[in-house]
T-cell receptor, first 108, second 114 residues
Framework: AQRVTQPEKLLSVFKGAPVELKCNYS??????LFWYVQYSRQRLQLLLR??SRESIKGFTADLNKGETSFHLKKPFAQEEDSAMYYCALTGTASKLTFGTGTRLQVTL | NAGVTQTPKFQVLKTGQSMTLQCAQD?????MSWYRQDPGMGLRLIHYSVGAGITDQGEVPNGYNVSRSTTEDFPLRLLSAAPSQTSVYFC?????????????FGQGTRLTVV
């Protein structure tokens, strides 16, 4: 079975502060990990994927197989980062499984 | 540039009524899926399809049926609506499932069962 855990429902940070959204996964094989974001009144959209090792909007995420984690990080939070963030996993069963999501709230 | 289109956007049903949520994509994607989004529970997979004529259950399939007669369409049927099915429903599609796959989502259908 594949499972994604996001322990925080809400993360509130000040503008300019570092951000870390936690994601842990459970999967027996080699998973593919993603972060999706849902801004207010917008569709859910892909933010980044681990295989690309890219930085999108200042966000990065590193896959740590030893700790089975894929935490999302940004050094300096911006107001426009306020959104709902979902960690997701794809395994061999052709299913995309999401975590419960973390709402990031960036305040002045 | 339609992408994934869901209809209706809002719906109110009475307990016991049936209805179909429509989902269509114009990107020729093989993979389509339905999720429900509930507060504190994230997105939970209801049903998914890897191609026309092929469907499979997700983690919360009870009370829902799907079919995939064409590549473009993947309707979700509620057989006998219950208040527990009050939720926001999202349809998604992708060319395949894997490392380089991006899932494209519809704008959602907000369903209330009274």
């Amino acid at each position: 079975a594949q499972r994604v855990t996001q322990p925080e429902k809400l993360l509130s940070v000040f503008k300019g502060a570092p951000v870390e959204l936690k994601c842990n996964y459970s999967y027996s094989g080699s998973p593919e990990l993603f972060w999706y974001v849902q801004y207010s009144r917008q569709r859910l959209q892909l933010l980044l994927r681990h295989i690309s090792r890219e930085s999108i909007k200042g966000f990065t995420a590193d896959l740590n197989k030893g700790e089975t984690s894929f935490h999302l990080k940004k050094p300096f939070a911006q107001e426009e980062d306020s959104a709902m963030y979902y960690c997701a996993l794809t395994g061999t069963a052709s299913k995309l499984t999401f975590g419960t999501g973390t709402r990031l709230q960036v305040t002045l | 540039n339609a992408g994934v289109t869901q209809t209706p956007k809002f719906q109110v049903l009475k307990t016991g009524q049936s209805m179909t949520l429509q989902c269509a994509q114009d990107m020729n994607h093989e993979y389509m899926s339905w999720y429900r989004q509930d507060p504190g529970m994230g997105l939970r997979l209801i049903h998914y399809s890897v191609g026309a004529g092929i469907t499979d259950q997700g983690e919360v399939p009870n009370g829902y049926n799907v079919s995939r007669s064409t590549t473009e369409d993947f309707p979700l049927r509620l057989l006998s609506a219950a208040p527990s099915q009050t939720s926001v429903y999202f349809c998604a599609s992708s060319p395949l499932v894997g490392a380089f796959t991006e899932a494209f989502f519809g704008q959602g259908t907000r369903l209330t069962v009274v």
